[in-house]
């Protein structure tokens, strides 16, 4: 199995940063893509940011220029740096991970628990 573990959310005023980190552990082959979603309460899951195994990154357009997605491939480790924060990024935020535990092995999905950050005006 391939556990992840999230942290560093929290509570910050408007304008403040944080910095998520998601940690992948177990039986991992190769690593396709690394990213981090948010649910909002009452609102569906988004996709914030992605990195894929090709270094390319993707962003939502609501964090572009406010939000970096960068990767440890070593530890097997991606974070999420969120600058200049704003009371919409209050959401849980989710870390995804898509992964193949063996060679010839189909990737697939993994999430992590999730971790709240509540962001005040």
């Known amino acids: 199995q391939v556990q992840l573990v999230e942290s560093g959310g929290g509570l910050v005023q408007a304008g403040g940063s944080l910095r998520l980190t998601c940690a992948a552990s177990?039986?991992?082959?190769?690593?396709?893509?690394m990213g981090w979603y948010r649910q909002a309460a009452g609102k569906k899951r988004e996709t914030v940011a992605v990195?894929?195994?090709?270094?390319?990154?993707s962003y939502a357009d609501s964090v572009k220029g406010r939000f970096t997605i960068f990767r440890d491939n070593a530890k097997h480790t991606v974070y999420l740096q969120m600058n200049n924060l704003v009371p919409e990024d209050t959401a849980a935020y989710y870390c995804?991970?898509?992964?193949?535990?063996?060679?010839?092995?189909?990737?697939?999905?993994?999430w992590g628990q999730g971790t709240q950050v509540t962001v005040s005006s």
């Open positions: 995804d991970v898509v992964a193949s535990r063996r060679e010839g092995y189909r990737p697939r999905d993994y």
């Open positions: 990195s894929t195994s090709g270094d390319s990154t």
């Open positions: 177990g039986s991992i082959f190769r690593i396709n893509a």
